[in-house]
């Protein structure tokens, strides 16, 4: 029978069937993070139990960590006490830790990737819901809450109710000056916030397979954002190639041996989706969010919409509450809407080919004096890397801030956060009220789109500027 | 965890979608704040004025209604991050069961986890028990029982719901998961030899 890349991943890693749809599946992987990983770690400590697999799962700290630059664990000291319970727990279990200032540090979803501790074909878990961003080199990965973590260390397996599939098809040649944030946004504004709950969601089609392995990241991202735990790209030559001599990449006749099974992982060609939808590329211009939902999203050059359009009286009370929120006006345009903060950084673009749109943008510019804008690699390596391009320097001379590697003004757990009332273009995955900060506005956007509205300090379309 | 077998109170009307987490309960209280005290400031953005003071609009500040164990909500309910602590804190402020048309996946799971009940329904039953509350506040009572799997409604209409039999009996009896996988302990030593021997490059690139 023919069968997704979903269900030969999942059926592969089927420890026993618990029944009703139930499934006890074993975990290649797992990672754990300062926020949630000591205390999960702790907590079986305290049950008087183990970490299972050890050498199977990684820590890093990224959510309560200072960026400011020559940050230490103390800079922020929350944090710093988070940080020092998952640095006992990890020397306790044997668990590998990269710890800060370490090559290997970074956002988990950034490093995991980067160190090929997550490969295509693998199961891996984390106590976070943008786990589903490592489906970006076709594994299925997925975030879970702190008991799951818990119970996933203990056993290295978690009991899982199998979603349903949903595939989204980009087709069609992805114009200039769109990129893999905008692909999803968009598909999250037409198909809506929940629309992905209880599914897995593949993403296919010609736009698709033309992406780099780090805008396939950036794709599978945003998939929680649809309401969908798991997100996958077909692993190919690309993801092969991207994986090719990290850290943790198998080597020699090992490697031959993986690429022999991912090459046999892609879905059947007539394998059937629980749920199946294109997107026409040339219906994909850039994109930003107005409101307080990723779902409230529209084309950079488009207007709110006016409360007429909403579909019933909920969705219209839901409107007025976000514009509220936003200090927006239904049927105003984005365009020219004055910005106080830009954040360049977050899981979904701080990848050194998110740095580089970024950089290209300036052309030897300046922000716009009233403007804040920050630049937070995605790691320690991307940090690295960026440098040695001199990228860093391009953008101090435009006036941005170059600061360590976290999560940062994602979140905004780590004592760093936008003003009260502050308009903020950043390039993470969500605009929730309050997200960046008390009062904080949010309009996620694009490296390229965020640059831009810096150097504006206005939102404007950066194809044309 | 503690077991759910019925709960039976006011029901509080917070009729929104896309509620989510950050809005639960913002991340900053995660990082200070232990699991116990987490109560105090569920729903915090939404409870209190930019000044710090109650915001009289918000529904849960309603006398009627605070300290209900019932949250009615519209769809897509605990959508956003996995944080648990969401769940922590609206048990905290006294909830045991919230009714919506549809949960974020990891909010779904985490409740069960907590002995906090997410039972699904209609948006239209939904709406039938905020405007049976909102006509009687203070004296409406909704009561959902687990056991029978209905919810009965202020006016004593039952609607019955559906709940995963193997949730359903471990959020009755209180059980743990972790107990009930180390019994399956010899299938996953059994799953693990043969998966070492299949695919010992999924095992020996991190050994
Ligand atoms: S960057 Fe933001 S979304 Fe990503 S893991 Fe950190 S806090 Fe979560």
């Known amino acids: 029978m023919p069968s997704t890349m979903f269900d030969r991943i999942w059926d592969r890693h089927v420890v026993a069937d618990l029944g009703e749809g139930w499934s006890l599946l074993y975990l290649d992987r797992i990672l754990v993070h300062d926020l949630s990983g000591g205390r999960a770690m702790e907590e079986l400590a305290e049950k008087g139990l183990r970490v299972a697999e050890p050498r199977k799962v990684f820590a890093t700290p990224d959510h309560a960590v200072s960026s400011a630059p020559g940050r230490t664990a103390m800079t922020y000291r929350k944090g710093g006490e988070l940080l020092a319970r998952l640095r006992a727990r990890c020397a306790a279990e044997g668990v590998r830790i990269f710890d800060l200032g370490q090559r290997g540090n970074g956002i988990v979803h950034v490093m995991a990737p980067e160190l090929a501790i997550v490969l295509p074909g693998l199961t891996l878990a984390c106590g976070d819901s943008h786990t589903c961003t490592n489906g970006g080199v076709g594994a299925l990965a997925f ?46 504004g037409r198909f809506g916030a929940a629309a992905g709950t209880g599914m897995a969601m593949e993403y296919a089609g010609e736009a698709v397979r033309a992406l780099s392995v780090e805008e396939r990241l950036t794709l599978c991202n945003l998939s929680i954002e649809m309401g969908a735990k798991v997100g996958m790209v077909a692993p190919d030559d690309a993801t092969f190639h991207y994986l090719a001599g990290r850290d943790f990449a198998p080597k020699g006749r090992l490697w031959e041996q993986a690429m022999a099974e991912w090459r046999a992982l892609p879905s059947d060609e007539e394998a059937v989706f ?83 749109a970024a950089a290209a943008m300036l052309k030897g510019r300046r922000k716009a ?62 605009n929730f009220v309050g997200r960046q900060g008390s009062g904080a506005r949010t309009h996620l956007a694009s490296p390229a789109t965020a640059a831009a509205a810096a150097l504006a300090g206005a939102i404007v379309d950066a194809r044309s500027f | 965890m503690q077991p759910f077998r019925s709960v039976t109170g006011p029901a509080i009307p917070l009729m929104m979608a896309n509620v989510d987490t950050d809005v639960i309960i913002p991340i ?33 500040n309603h006398p009627a209604w605070r300290g209900a164990p019932i949250l009615l909500a519209d769809e897509n309910f605990g959508c956003g991050s996995s944080r648990e602590g ?51 506040p203070g004296n409406a009572r909704t009561t959902v029982d687990l056991e029978r799997q209905v919810v009965i409604t202020p006016r004593g209409e039952e609607i019955p719901f559906a709940v995963d039999a193997r949730k359903r009996q471990a959020l009755l009896e209180g059980l743990d998961d972790i107990a009930l996988t180390l019994r399956q302990r010899e299938a996953i030593e059994a799953w693990r030899a043969r998966d070492r021997a299949a695919r010992p490059w999924a095992w020996e690139s991190v050994a």
């Open chain 1, 143 to 188: 975030g879970i809450g702190a008991s799951e973590l818990a119970h996933a260390l203990a056993t290295q397996t978690l009991p899982q109710r199998r979603p349903g599939t949903f595939r989204i098809r980009f087709e069609g040649a992805r114009p200039p000056g769109v990129t893999a944030k905008d692909m999803i946004l968009a598909a999250i």
């Open chain 1, 274 to 356: 629980t749920r199946d939808e294109t997107i026409r590329m040339a219906d994909v211009p850039p994109q930003i969010t107005w409101g307080t939902s990723p779902e409230q999203v529209v084309a950079v050059t488009g207007h709110v919409p006016p409360l007429e359009a909403a579909r019933d009286a909920a969705q219209r009370a839901a409107w007025e509450a976000a514009l509220r929120y936003m200090g927006l006006a239904p049927g105003q345009p984005l365009i020219g809407t004055k910005v106080d903060w830009v954040f360049i950084g977050s899981c979904t673009n701080s990848r050194l080919s998110d740095l580089r």
């Open chain 1, 369 to 430: 004096p009233h403007v804040t804008a920050w630049v937070v690699p995605g790691s320690e390596q991307v940090k690295a890397e960026a440098e040695a391009e001199g990228l860093h320097r391009r953008f101090l001379e435009a006036g941005f801030e170059w600061r360590e590697p976290g999560c940062a003004l994602c979140v905004a757990a780590n004592g760093e956060a936008v003003p009260e009332g502050a308009r903020c273009v950043s390039t993470s995955n969500r």
């Open chain 2, 28 to 60: 900053q209280r995660l990082v200070g704040t232990g699991r116990e005290g987490l109560g105090p400031y569920a729903f915090e953005r939404l409870r209190t004025r930019a000044d710090g003071s109650e915001n009289p609009d918000f529904v849960g």
């Open chain 2, 86 to 136: 969401a769940v922590w804190a609206l048990m905290g402020m006294g909830v045991r069961c919230v009714i919506a048309p549809s949960f974020g996946d990891i909010f779904f799971a985490n409740c069960f986890q907590n002995g906090l009940l997410p039972v699904r329904l209609p948006i239209a039953a939904i709406r039938r028990i905020a405007e049976e509350t909102e006509a009687a």
